[in-house]
């Protein structure tokens, strides 16, 4: 089991139809139990991959963004328990599926629609934020040596952005969850890369490194731009606080 902040949650930028129907993959089994006195800051669940999903102290909200690849501030007409009441979850799907990120949204989709009657429209908002641009110098990229899946380090030192085989919509979600406003990729520039890059946070006293924005621009020569940019916004028409039995 991982941390809640290892796993992607990724910002999607633009404008996507959601299935009104449940979607067509599902889990072959799922067991579904209301966790009263769980933590929410030790909410945990598995990592893309092994063939099967297994949460602890999740909430339908964590639920949600993991299977609409979605970012918490994205998510609207949250009801007060969305966040509050927390499960455990043991999901495994057919015999064979690896359960790679692809393969997961789908079937959470499934599982919040059936279990929880989850229903949800998009809708697509210009709100203050960032682009994320190239440099005028260039932009200074190492194409990725690959990796199973994007992979996010960040959270191992404060200080330190890194990933594997990350494209430049990764980058900006990633960077998004570290400055605390949405960045849009405006960069142009396919394919995946490698990235790292250090940097002094921002309640880092006397450190010799530069801020995120200086480092980007030093480092992968990227800028960040502030500007209103569009940001993907998943609206709750319903969902059941209690999901049906297993």
């Known amino acids: 089991m991982y941390v809640a902040t290892w796993l992607c949650i990724a910002m999607p930028l633009s404008a996507q139809t959601l299935p009104t129907q449940p ?28 063939g099967r999903f297994q ?21 609207v007409n949250q009801p007060g328990w969305l966040k509050s009441r927390l499960f455990d979850v043991t999901a495994k799907p057919d015999a064979g ?9 789908p079937r959470l989709q499934n599982l919040l629609q059936q279990r929880f009657h989850l229903v949800t ?14 440099a005028k110098h260039g932009a200074r990229l190492q194409p990725t040596k690959g990796a199973p899946f994007p992979g996010f380090r960040s959270n191992v030192n404060p200080g330190s952005l890194k990933g594997l085989n990350w494209s430049m919509t990764d980058l900006a979600t990633y960077i998004t969850s570290l400055i605390g406003e949405p960045v849009a990729d405006q960069t142009g520039i396919p394919g995946r890369y490698d990235v790292s890059v250090d940097y002094a946070p ?6 010799n490194l530069p801020s995120l924005f200086t480092a980007l621009q030093e480092t992968l020569g990227l800028r960040l731009i502030s500007r209103k940019v569009p940001v993907q916004m998943l609206v709750i028409d319903s969902v059941d606080e209690t999901p049906t039995p297993n």
């Open 97 to 105: 599926v690896e359960l790679s990120r692809e393969e997961l949204r």
């Open 121 to 134: 429209h998009r809708e697509t908002k210009e709100i203050p934020g960032y682009a994320l641009v190239v």
């Open 202 to 207: 921002d309640d880092a006293a006397g450190s």
């Open 55 to 75: 949460a602890s102290n999740v909430s339908v909200e964590l639920l949600i963004r993991l299977a609409y690849n979605v970012d918490a501030n994205q998510i």
């Open 23 to 50: 979607a067509s993959a599902s889990f072959d089994s799922i067991i579904i139990r209301a966790d009263p006195n769980g933590d929410p800051s030790q909410g945990q669940w598995s990592r893309p991959g092994l």
